[in-house]
């Protein structure tokens, strides 16, 4: 009898420190993850042209621009086309951002109220842009299980906003390869509802380096309404002007 | 004596009725038509869906032509708008705001913001890069009258839209989220900067009276069905205020309910006592032989009699009392600032109508009558002819 108690505080004290170092190392692996996702998607600086096309059932409208990043709270991006677009830019420098429009040949700080709302008309945010790791720096996020894909290993990772963290969603699913590429994040409301996806649709080397080539951002339930954003050529760790991310950059572009 | 106790206290719950019913109705009627004649209208033709996710992109086609149409209905006016959320900025000051863009004339017939400017001019037919905003955004912007705004929003073709205007105009409505959060524009401008063609986003629907547009929400239905469109009436472009009324009503209702209670059972109680006092008058009546329905008809007149002269009574001082008001108006201290946020003007006129007039009357009356007919002919049956006349 007390052989067989010895026997049971054993094995519960066995399992709570399994649960426990499953659970600890669960914890750093999908920060690291996701880390290394956010890594090979910007690197320490990146500079990249993009084409995004903004779909809906009516109509589509295709736009191109320069984008340049530095690590994880700086990016300028500056659109080339259509003629009507050209010259339009957005500063985003450490959770602020600007806009400048030829039209007005000025800059404009967006207003906390604006971060919720479309940028330029496509399915991101102007929250999207700005807080390009809130994923790292705001949820906290375990490994729910894993898959096998296109002879890569694909974690499921689930981030659960940390308490009082300013941000909209109430959970993010994430699914990303084991070279960091990132494959699916849904958004899920605080009603724990799945209200947008965004989907890797191309995978494929640019800058020696696999990535997401064409990523596209769809709203659940709005079917034909979608925003696809693929990278047409990229460059990681280029050496970058250290006026880059200015407001004077933005209005009169030097480079 | 105990009888025009009776009548007194039915005539206080009447008049009390009387009041409270027209005074409510009409707080609600103020409500209901200073909250949507700031800017909503009094019921709006919209494209399906723009109510719960207001996309500039969703639009009424010909909307001046569809406008025409709809002001050939009897009593019945419309005007166009556009409605877009815009960043509205002065150097380094930004802030996000509602941007309307209006036909300055129709729209004014329709709406009261024009009423409230503060300061500078409202917008005119023919103004081009105007624009009027509420003061606290104004303030926020540090911006006031001839001044330059800035406005960088999504025009409905997916472009950025930009535009350089003049304050021309503040006003102050006392509804703080439209002071803080809405500018106008004309409509023309609006659709050029936001690309919007001839289209509008919205059709305000106004008119005499909240009501008459209410009856004609048929007609208003059929023509927007024809469109591809949808009308929205009061409550649905009000809902808190909606419910706000509803929840008010029912509470109401349940002091309205208790007071006919009270006065019911003190009237029964004082006829009760009547009925005792005279059961060796019954016994005789049944003993000549008088049939117990026929005395239980005689006390249930007695009883509507009551009911009619006390209720007359009531009628005549609550609705003399509601005239009063009717036609001096009153204020009420301390609620100054709820009047202000749903738009009410600081002094309330009071309506009487044949339903407030009406109804808590009807109420007393029918409780009693019902009631106390039930009551006394129960009362009255029991009645044995002999030990009545011999006081038993």
Sequence with gaps: MKRRRIRNVVLLAGAIIALGGWSGRSQVDAASILRKGFDNWRSKTSESVVKMTIHRPDWVRSLTMRVWTEGHDKSLVRFTAPAKDAGNGTLTVSGRTWMYTPKLNQIVALPASAMSQSWMGSDFSNDDLSKTESLITDYRSRILSTESAGGHKVYIVEAIPKPAAPVVWGKQLVRVRDDGVFLEEVFYDQDMKAVRTMTTEKVGSIGGRAYPIEIRMAPNGKPGEWTSVETVEAKFDVPLPSYTFTKSNLQNPRG | ?392
């Design chain 2, 1 to 392: 004596m105990r009888t025009w106790l009776s009548i007194l206290t039915i005539a206080l719950a009447s008049a009390l009725l009387v009041f409270s019913l027209s005074f409510q109705l009409s707080f609600y009627g103020a409500m209901k038509e200073s909250s949507l004649r700031v800017t909503d209208g009094f019921a709006q033709v919209q494209p399906k869906g723009y109510q719960d996710d207001p996309d500039i992109r969703k639009t009424v086609g010909n909307a001046n032509d569809l406008a025409a149409r709809i002001a050939r209905i009897p009593g019945i006016a419309a005007a166009p708008r556009g409605s877009a959320y815009a960043i509205l900025a002065n150097g380094p000051r930004s802030f996000g705001a509602e941007v309307l863009g209006i036909d300055p004339a129709p729209d004014s017939e329709l709406t009261t913001l024009h009423a409230k400017l503060s300061a500078g001019r409202w917008l005119r037919a023919g103004d081009s890069g105007a624009l009027v905003m509420g003061d606290a955004l104004a303030r926020n912007l540090g911006v006031s009258p001839g001044d330059k705004v800035s406005l960088v929003g999504s025009a409905a073709d997916g472009s950025i839209a930009a535009d350089g205007l003049v304050l021309v105009g503040e006003f102050h409505s006392g509804i703080g989220d439209l002071d803080r959060q809405v500018a106008e524009i004309p409509l023309a401008r609006f659709q050029e900067t936001f690309a919007l063609g001839g289209k509008a986003n919205v059709l305000l629907i106004g008119g005499r009276s909240l009501d008459a547009v209410d009856r004609a929400l048929p007609d208003l239905r059929r023509i927007a069905n024809q469109e591809g469109l949808e009308v929205k009436d009061w409550g649905e472009l009000e809902p808190a205020l909606k419910q706000a009324i509803t929840l008010d009503f029912s509470t109401g209702m349940i002091w309205y309910v208790s007071l006919i209670a009270i006065v019911a059972f003190i009237v029964f109680n004082a006829l009760l006592m009547a009925v005792l006092e005279r059961t060796r008058e019954f016994g005789m009546l049944l003993a000549v032989g008088m049939r117990s329905e026929s005395i239980a008809k005689m006390l249930w007149l007695e009883l509507c009699l009551l009911a009619l002269v006390g209720n007359g009574a009531g009628i005549l001082l609550g609705g003399s009392v509601a005239y009063y008001f009717e036609r001096q108006g009153m204020t009420i201290g301390g609620l100054q600032g709820v009047f202000a946020d749903w738009g009410l003007p600081s002094r309330l006129f009071i309506h009487v109508t044949p339903a407030s007039l009406l109804a808590g009357p009807a109420a007393i009356t029918g409780t009693i009558a019902l009631a106390g007919g039930l009551l006394f002919a129960r009362r009255v049956r029991r009645i044995d002819p002999a030990a009545a006349m011999g006081g038993r």
